[in-house]
């Protein structure tokens, strides 16, 4: 942009207040312009560009930019090779651009630039915003601070931005070329950490130092509930924050509390550090240091902590826990827990060291990364005693558990013609009260798509020919059955039983009499094996015995069988009119009946000579024990009969505004199953089974029931009879056993949840092998007790505006009763009867309490329970959690900082459970 020539300067500011001898005064103006004029060979160009004015947001500083040119003497370019003194630079550096609500005022003299009421001001990569800015352009000095209001309340604090840098002073002054500044009362936030500095000094673009700071992890900077008083303080952003003489103040009052130095990494990258340990004090370990490691952030995508646990009477424990994921590709973590507990002391009859393990890895693979390849992961095994032994871990919901189980999976389609899909898994399944462990390492199964064979691949299949179809699976096994005691070692791969299965179904659908469908099918199947087994009589301790002689080598069976089915479907409706408030009932009826045909296989029986008389020999078959069961000795003739019902009614809705009427279900099914075996000599019919279930209150109460009725009636021996029950002077069917199972969940939010409890990565207490919810209590994690028991999240919290509950507290309950009937050989008595209860409240925003607990009615008994109370004290959390009774007694109480930069501010008392190790 062309610059201003000082002749319009004279002319329109300094000489138009004079108004007297105008004659003269015009002519020595025209005169003293032209004699300016000649002073210049040529005009330097800029590289700034010209905005249009409609165009503009902030209007620039051009016309300052001119005014200081035009005040430099002015240069000729013939001489600049002659002159050995460097030009000198302008004010300034970039273009400023600005605005105010109030009013612009511009001082050419003195060379300042202020800005008034919602002042704006952008200068090379500084933002400033504030109730006044003056610009001292001569200086390159900025200034910044509030306004008073006709109170005489301060307001428009600044804001001072450079890149990602935000601080908020109540006044700032700086300089634009050496980048130092001071700042009064300056407010900044670095990572968890807020720091409200007295004066603080910018000493470049990435250091500042600050005098009497406080900071504080509150969101609350004016007005902290504590904060740390820090006399001297070095902050790079982004970086790291040192401290020096540092004391603890709560609630503005000074407590001795206090450290000579600290430091704090506040980078936003994942950066490698020392992990420092927990003192704490167990019952039966003695004083121990917990949690103290390494953490290693080895990249973007994974990281690992290295953590473990000291006890004075030489117990310790290690473990190694690492994340990772890779957007839109896989998440998961692994975790390895090892645990060597001593009880006791050496020389004592009680004394015992055993070792306790468990290794927990969960994977999960996007579904958009590949369509036709999928991998994924859940393990969860180690020692079977690990969650009722552990030192480090309160988890009562997983020491109930009886069961850990384990899948690894991987599987993937060919998108051939027909298709292929395969899959390769590898499972653990592992009881912890008998210790019995099974695996399976591996399992394949493969699949080819069906295939018809009397119909095109566009053609329509209709008919019974056109519907033939044929398939083919294979699956293939390597079974594992071993003992906690055996668990990886030489002798738990010697009993490993490996086996082959293929079969090829073939299958075919129609319509008879056009209301019903049949389908019709047969199944070839082909068992290899590479073990079988060879029984005689031999001696074993001067005793005879029957002995299972192993044969190693490739064998197999073949087996095939045939099946029929026959079904359909009835509809039925009862209208009881559209005044009515229940206005029709809808019945649907799948009444079924199949067929299936087994012959006997008795090719693969052998026989044994069990008393060595030669008199009376025992049929078996070389294949017992394998993975796929054994091959049919008996023809098998059976009939198979089913019945399944919904209750569906349509009922006014109470909304008069709506026309339709409102559908509800009453009985989500109604099945009864029954089988006849025409073959068998006695006990043809076996028992009719019954179950249901529906949902009521709003979908809130989930009911199941089921009842085993049977038709044959029982001898004084309590042993069924080939006798009808009702010939016996009994009924039709006699009830031998029955179950009903009750969930009721509510709360005052209608039964919707903020918090997800089903992914494994948030609810560590189900990755345990624990239960989603909180009936038995929830887990906790004894070396981060900074999250919430309740599951709370934090900026919910923030939500709740008020410090009372006016009429809704928020609250939330969960029943569980299970009831069982035997009967089957006249017991007649209630087997199991037991209620679990499990709820919290909201006492208020920061209050919160809760309780898990059950009884027993056939014992008579309380059954386990917990009680939690915790108290969110903002920045703080503070709880208590204690189950009174059983045999996991304890009680915690726990007081810390939620924010992890200060999890080690804490205080931490607790009672565990007795470790006590069979």
């Known amino acids: 942009m062309a610059r201003q020539k000082l002749s319009h300067i004279f002319t329109k500011i300094v000489f138009k207040p004079l108004h007297t001898n105008l004659f003269h005064i015009v002519l020595l103006s025209i005169f003293l312009t032209i004699g300016s004029q000649v002073g210049y060979c040529q005009e330097t160009r800029t590289n700034s560009t010209t905005i249009p004015t409609e165009k503009q947001t902030f209007t620039p500083l051009d016309t300052v930019s001119a005014n200081l040119a035009d005040v430099l003497p002015p240069t000729d370019s013939t001489q600049v090779a002659k002159d050995s003194v460097a030009p000198k630079k302008g004010f300034l550096q970039s273009v400023v651009k600005r605005k105010a609500a109030g009013y612009e005022k511009f001082d050419q003299k003195k060379k300042l630039l202020t800005l008034y009421d919602q002042a704006e001001l952008y200068y090379e990569d500084y933002e400033l915003k504030a109730g006044t800015i003056v610009m001292n352009y001569e200086k390159n000095e900025v200034y910044a601070g509030r306004l008073k209001d006709s109170l005489g309340n301060y307001t428009q604090r600044p804001v001072f931005k450079q890149g990602n840098n935000i601080v908020e002073p109540d006044s700032i002054r700086f300089n634009t070329q050496t980048k130092k500044a001071l700042v009064w009362n300056s407010r900044s936030t670095q990572g968890d950490l807020n720091i409200k500095g007295e004066i603080t000094k910018k000493e470049n673009d990435s250091v500042y130092f600050i005098k009497n700071a406080r900071l504080t992890t509150s969101k609350n900077i004016d007005d902290p509930e504590y904060y740390f008083l820090v006399r001297k303080l070095k902050m790079v952003p982004g970086k790291k924050v040192v401290v020096g003489l540092t004391n603890m103040v709560i609630a503005d009052v000074p407590t001795p509390i206090g450290i000579p130095f600290a430091f704090f990494p506040t980078t936003t990258e994942s950066r490698s550090g020392l992990i420092l340990p927990s003192p704490t004090n167990s019952n039966r370990q003695g004083f121990a240091l917990q949690n103290g490691g390494l953490y290693l952030a080895l990249s973007d ?4 902590a290295i953590l473990g646990d000291y006890y004075t009477n030489g117990s310790y424990a290690l473990r190694f826990e ?26 004592f009859p009680d004394y015992t060291k055993t070792r306790q393990y468990n290794i927990q890895w969960s994977h999960s693979q996007d579904a958009k990364s590949n369509p036709n390849s999928r991998f994924s992961a859940s393990v969860n095994l180690g020692s079977s005693q690990y969650f009722q032994q552990s030192l480090n871990q309160s988890n009562v919901s997983s020491a109930l558990n009886n069961t850990l189980s384990s899948s690894i999976n991987y599987s993937k389609t060919f998108n051939t013609v027909p298709q292929v899909n395969m899959s390769l898994t590898a499972t653990h399944s592992q009881n912890t009260q008998t210790q019995t462990i099974n695996m399976t390492l591996p399992t394949f199964q493969g699949s080819v798509d069906r295939v018809y064979l009397f119909a095109g691949e566009d053609e329509t299949k209709k008919g019974f020919i ?3 179809n044929i398939q083919y699976n294979i699956n293939a096994q390597n079974r594992i059955t071993t003992t906690d005691s055996l668990f990886f070692k030489p002798q738990m791969f010697r009993n490993a039983v490996s086996g082959f299965q293929h079969s090829i179904p073939i299958n075919t659908n129609f319509k008879l009499f056009k209301y019903f469908s049949v389908s019709t ?10 073990k079988t087994i060879r029984k005689r009589m031999g001696i074993v301790n001067e005793t005879p015995t029957v002995v299972n002689d192993t044969v190693n080598g490739f064998d197999a069976f073949r087996t095939y069988n045939l099946s029929a089915s026959m079904g359909t479907t009835i509809y039925g409706t009862f209208n009881f ?22 012959p006997s296989f008795d090719q693969y029986y052998d026989t044994y000579d069990p008393n060595g008389t030669g008199q009376m020999l025992t049929e078996y078959t070389r294949f017992e024990g394998g993975i796929y069961g054994t091959p049919s000795r008996r023809m098998s003739n059976m009939l198979n009969f089913s019945l399944n019902n919904t209750f569906e009614a349509k009922v006014r809705d109470r909304d008069s505004t709506k026309t339709e009427p409102k559908k509800i279900m009453l009985l989500n099914n109604l099945n009864f199953t029954t089988t006849y075996d025409m073959t068998a000599d006695s006990l043809k019919l076996a028992p009719l089974r019954m179950s249901g279930g529906t949902n009521l209150l709003k979908d809130k109460m989930n009911v199941n029931f089921a009842a085993t009725l049977d038709p044959y009636a029982l001898d004084n021996a309590n042993r069924r009879i080939e006798r009808w029950n009702i010939d016996n002077g009994g009924s039709l069917l006699r009830l031998s056993s029955a179950n009903v199972t009750i969930n009721y969940s509510f709360s005052s939010t209608d039964g919707t949840n903020q918090n997800d409890r089903t992914d494994p990565l ?5 990755r345990n092998g624990g239960r989603e919810d909180d009936l038995f209590g929830t887990a906790r994690d004894l070396g981060d007790q900074r999250q919430s028991m309740f599951n ?13 509950y006016n009429a809704v507290i928020p609250w939330d309950l969960r029943l569980a009763y299970s009831l069982t009937y035997s009967n089957s050989q006249r017991q007649n008595r209630i087997t199991n009867n037991s209620l679990m209860v499990s709820g919290n409240v909201d006492l208020s925003p920061q209050w919160k309490v809760g309780i898990s607990t059950g009884y027993d009615f056939v014992q008579n008994g309380v059954t386990f329970t917990q009680l939690r109370f915790e108290r969110d004290l903002l920045s703080w959390r503070m709880d208590f959690n204690w189950i009174p009774i059983g045999d996991y007694t304890s009680w915690g109480f726990f007081i810390g900082i939620k ?20």
Do not use: M
């Not at 995508?301 to 690992?304: A, R, T, V």
């Not at 948030?762 to 189900?766: E, P, V």
């Not at 709370?792 to 009372?804: A, L, Y």
């Open 577 to 598: 009119g559209e005044n009515k408030k229940i206005q029709s009932i809808r019945h649907v009826v799948r009444p079924n009946i199949s067929y299936s045909y087994t």
């Open 792 to 804: 709370d999240d934090d900026i919910e919290q923030e939500k709740t505006k008020s410090r009372f």
């Open 466 to 468: 056109k519907n033939l």
């Open 762 to 766: 948030k609810n560590q207490g189900l």
């Open 301 to 304: 995508n994974y990281d690992l």
């Open 322 to 347: 690492s994340s990772y994921a890779k957007r839109y590709r896989f998440r998961g973590n692994l975790n390895v827990r090892f645990e060597n507990q001593i009880q006791s002391e050496r020389g």
């Open 899 to 918: 924010s992890s930069v200060l999890s080690d501010i804490k205080w931490d008392k607790r009672r565990q459970p007795d470790r006590i190790i069979n």
């Open 521 to 530: 099918g047969a199944n070839y199947n082909e068992v290899w094996t590479f």
